[in-house]
């Protein structure tokens, strides 16, 4: 069986080609091909350009959670609009409490 963040990658990947796919995110098809086929592990810096690029969130991606809270698709309605707002408005409040959280951490860890 694939690993999780290799069957999300198809998903992401949708009807886009190994090839446009790896283009939109800076890689080669190659990796790509070996990530979908579990041969190479999803790095974090990989990872990071599809969320930038597509629009996922990490913990999806990896396979933490079953939903994905951030999507993109193109916005034709203000109510599409809206609802992105909304939604990434409570991505970047999630990113604070993150950030908070780690903050603390390292905070404890430097005493």
Same mark, same amino acid.
């Given at each position: 069986?694939?690993?999780?963040?290799?069957?999300?990658?198809?998903?992401?990947?949708?009807?886009?080609?190994?090839?446009?796919?790896?283009?939109?995110?800076?890689?080669?098809?190659?990796?790509?091909?070996?990530?979908?086929?579990?041969?190479?592990?999803? @790095?974090?810096?990989?990872?990071?350009?599809?969320?930038?690029?597509?629009?996922?969130?990490?913990?999806?991606?990896?396979?933490?959670?079953?939903?994905?809270?951030?999507?993109?698709?193109?916005?034709?309605?203000?109510?599409?609009?809206?609802?992105?707002?909304?939604?990434?408005?409570? @991505? /970047?409040? @999630?990113?604070?409490?993150?950030?908070?959280?780690?903050?603390?951490?390292?905070?404890? /860890?430097?005493?």
């Amino acid at each position: 069986m694939k690993p999780i963040e290799s069957q999300r990658l198809i998903q992401v990947r949708g009807n886009l080609t190994q090839e446009e796919f790896a283009n939109r995110i800076g890689l080669n098809r190659v990796n790509i091909s070996n990530i979908e086929n579990g041969t190479q592990a999803l @790095s974090i810096k990989t990872a990071r350009l599809i969320k930038e690029q597509f629009g996922v969130s990490l913990d999806w991606l990896y396979g933490y959670t079953e939903e994905n809270p951030i999507s993109y698709h193109a916005i034709s309605t203000s109510d599409e609009r809206d609802q992105t707002i909304e939604v990434l408005t409570r @991505s /970047l409040e @999630s990113c604070e409490k993150d950030k908070q959280f780690l903050q603390s951490l390292l905070e404890k /860890l430097s005493k």
